[in-house]
């Protein structure tokens, strides 16, 4: 059995959490520039193409989660742990699956002009912006439940590393660890 994560596996996580990074930077950090600059919409078309590329990577992860087992936690942990391991991994897959899914659709359903990667996306023949501010007041109220999660899954992880004292951690590092 594996002590670790598939190569890909590891190379999407450590993207998805840069990708998350750089969506959440943006939108937070977005108020610096002023409103109709250039600057403002290359923070609003990088959040939307960093979301959108969140989005690609958590089904590919899914996918790649079907193909590969999990490596086993070494020495193993109570059951409850892996219980609440699960619960936070779950939350996190649905989160960064929903979120973009939520904020696409409203942008789509506003039938204003919006991009991804630089690139014009269709927009609503008939707009319906009740829905499209309806998604987007859930996108907005979801996503500061990322930096909770995202913060329990890594101390989650550091706890393993620091105080338990298994391969939780090391499991997810890129390149080879090092035996005993």
Known sequence: MREKYAASQIALHWLTFLLVALAYATIELRGFAQRGSW???AMIITHFSAGFTVLLL??????????????????PVARWQTGLAHLVHTLIYALFITLPILGITSRYLR??????????????????????????GWHETLA????????????????HHYFLKDNTLRRMMPGKTPRG
Do not use: C
């Open 144 to 159: 500061p439940l990322g930096y909770w999660l995202i913060g329990l899954h890594a101390a989650g992880a550091l706890f």
């Open 39 to 41: 600057q403002g919409y």
């Open 58 to 75: 958590m089904l590919a992860r899914l996918l790649l989660r079907k193909r590969h087992r999990t490596p086993p936690i070494t020495p």
């Open 111 to 136: 039938g204003r002009d919006w991009w991804l990667f630089g690139i014009p996306m269709p927009v609503a023949g008939e707009p319906n912006f009740d829905l499209s501010d309806t998604l987007i």
